[in-house]
């Protein structure tokens, strides 16, 4: 199974010892970035892990690997290649996240010995796998009996535990146009913008799940139209809100279903934004 795996070495090269000390409270993390297609999860991973390198912080990153030609029959006919596709994801993420684990010093795996100086940063979540095979079952792309085995795989496959989970929040307006100027993949240049709309509005009503059942992850949600820095990112994880505030946000923020329009969605993201700021500023 291919995974791509990216170590980062530490630098010959010493940091100021104020932000190589602040940083090291994410040793030993497993850190999601998650978000609707194009919405910058892997050029930000890469760059936060090209400045950790810098500063003398030792960092994993595990990219997404779709498999290509299975990507593309699934655009041309999803419900035929809907289930296939959300499964071999599925099956890939839960061995790259043993992987985060045991990069993490959580967990040992397939022999692996555990590392315990790094942060570990993941590139998608299960929470993001299962967000678009809910989307895919929904739209009828998967059946019901299939989905039932889905989540059966998921649920066998787990726990899943992450320490924080970020979600790159984009306007899928400018996700589109990212995706025709900017990714280029001819597996994707077809992806209409309603189908953007309804993964963001989707992942809104995974998040405010996850957040008040309190799935044991810190929550993290950065409005990433104009592309965060890495430096301004790492700030924001280490100011994270706690569990508790996360799920005190969510418990009053509004409630988006399957039938919500788009402006909607934008409204729940906006009260979510709004708190979170509220949060900064404060701390």
């Known amino acids: 199974m291919m995974v791509q795996d990216h170590q980062f070495s530490v630098s010959t090269f010493p940091a100021p010892a104020s932000e190589t000390v602040r940083y090291l409270k994410l040793q030993n993390c497993v850190i999601g970035i998650d978000g609707i297609i194009c919405s910058g999860k892997t050029t930000l991973i890469k760059k936060i892990c090209a400045h950790l390198e810098s500063i003398n912080n030792l960092c994993a990153a595990h990219f997404e690997n779709p498999n290509p030609t299975l990507l593309g029959f699934f655009y041309k006919k999803p419900q035929k290649y809907a289930f296939l596709l959300q499964t071999d994801m599925l099956m890939k ?17 397939l022999g692996l010995v555990p590392v315990k100086t790094k942060s570990v940063w993941m590139d998608r979540t299960i929470l993001g796998d299962s967000t678009f095979a809910k989307l895919a079952h929904i739209s009828g792309n998967i059946t019901d009996v299939d989905y039932v ?3 059966s795989n998921m649920k066998n496959g787990g726990p899943y535990p992450h320490d924080y989970i970020v979600f ?18 001819k597996e994707e240049q077809g ?3 309603a189908y953007l709309q309804d993964l963001r509005k989707h992942y ?11 799935q044991g992850a810190r929550i993290l949600i950065v409005r990433n139209n104009d592309y965060v820095t890495p430096e301004m990112l790492l700030d924001m994880i280490i100011r994270c809100p706690s569990i508790e505030m996360v ?4 418990e009053y923020a509004p409630i988006v279903t399957v039938d ?23 701390h």
Do not use: M, W
């Not at 400018?174 to 990714?183: H, K, M, V």
């Not at 919500?260 to 900064?280: C, G, I, M, R």
């Open 93 to 109: 993420r839960q061995h790259v996240h043993q992987l985060a684990l045991c990069s993490a010093g959580k967990d040992n795996y």
């Open 168 to 185: 790159l929040d984009v306007d899928p307006n400018i996700a589109s146009d990212r995706n025709l100027t900017i990714r280029k993949n």
């Open 260 to 282: 919500s329009t788009p402006s909607e969605v934008d409204e729940a993201f906006e009260y979510v934004h709004a708190q979170y700021l509220k949060y900064n500023v404060s």
């Open 204 to 214: 809104y009503i995974k998040l405010r799940k996850s957040a008040i059942c309190d």
């Open 149 to 151: 085995s889905y989540k």
């Open 247 to 250: 799920k005190y946000i969510f």
């Open 191 to 193: 992806i209409p913008l």
